[in-house]
């Protein structure tokens, strides 16, 4: 699996856009980009996913560079209950059955303040 | 959108005892579902994925026999931890996708597990 680099902790104020990095300089070139969120004791929540292009959904923004090797999910207008683990992950595609597996790194806790 | 739904939200169980876990599709029909588990404060971890009408398969590390996973259908999979001792106290999710590649997985709401 390729593997993500985010950082551990950021702070958003209420209101304005949280923009959180990821890095993903091993990614290849079928692998898809995810996005998911956990907010304490639930099961993570989708977001969004993309291959090259940038995407945009009811929740966020997706921003994937050029080479593919980072991309940045932008929350254009930070809640209190966007205060939540972020999680940037690279998807493996296993060919013999529909599923692919997520596999998750450490994730960004992203904290909105009043 | 899709729904996961994850059975029971909480369990409380002596050491020695199984605890059943049900992981339910309930608008899409699912061939292959995933089991995680997440200890405080640490992201998810894959235990096993799960193939309707076939034998899991177990990440690395974990036991087969301790943790048992059945998809008999393709709207449920269950995960039992078998003679549970307090290490095996966790949080334990499933996830499941529609039938597409790169479709998202969607997850349930997990399980916490008490051994006492």
């Known amino acids: 699996d390729a593997k993500t680099t985010q950082p551990p902790s950021m702070d958003c104020a209420e209101g304005r856009a949280a923009n959180l990095p990821c890095n993903h300089s091993?990614?290849?070139?079928?692998?898809?980009v995810y996005w998911y969120r956990q907010i304490h004791s639930q099961g993570p929540q989708y977001i969004i996913h993309?291959?090259?292009n940038n995407e945009t959904n009811e929740m966020a923004s997706l921003i994937i560079t050029e080479d593919r090797k980072s991309s940045t999910l932008i929350l254009p207008h930070a809640t209190l209950r966007d205060t939540a683990v972020y999680y940037c992950?690279?998807?493996?595609?296993?060919?013999?059955?529909?599923?692919?597996?997520?596999?998750f790194g450490e994730g960004t806790q992203l904290t909105v303040n009043p | 959108g899709a729904v996961v739904s994850q059975h029971p939200s909480r369990v409380i169980c002596k050491s020695g005892t199984s605890v059943k876990i049900e992981c339910r599709s309930l608008?899409?029909?699912?061939?292959?579902m995933f089991w995680y588990r997440q200890f405080p404060k640490k992201s998810l971890m894959l235990m096993a994925t799960?193939?309707?009408?076939?034998?899991?398969?177990?990440e690395q590390g974990v036991e087969k026999d301790k943790f048992l996973i059945n998809h008999a259908s393709l709207t449920l999979s269950t995960l039992t931890v078998t003679s549970a001792h307090p290490e095996d106290s966790s949080f334990y999710i499933c996830?499941?996708?529609?039938?597409?590649?790169?479709?998202?997985?969607?997850f349930g709401n997990g399980t916490r597990l008490t051994v006492t």
């Open positions: 996830s499941a996708s529609v039938h597409l590649l790169n479709s998202p997985l969607h």
């Open positions: 091993t990614i290849s070139g079928n692998e898809y």
């Open positions: 993309g291959l090259k």
């Open positions: 992950i690279v998807r493996v595609v296993l060919v013999e059955t529909s599923g692919s597996r997520l596999t």
């Open positions: 608008d899409f029909q699912a061939t292959t």
């Open positions: 799960s193939n309707e009408g076939s034998k899991a398969t177990y």
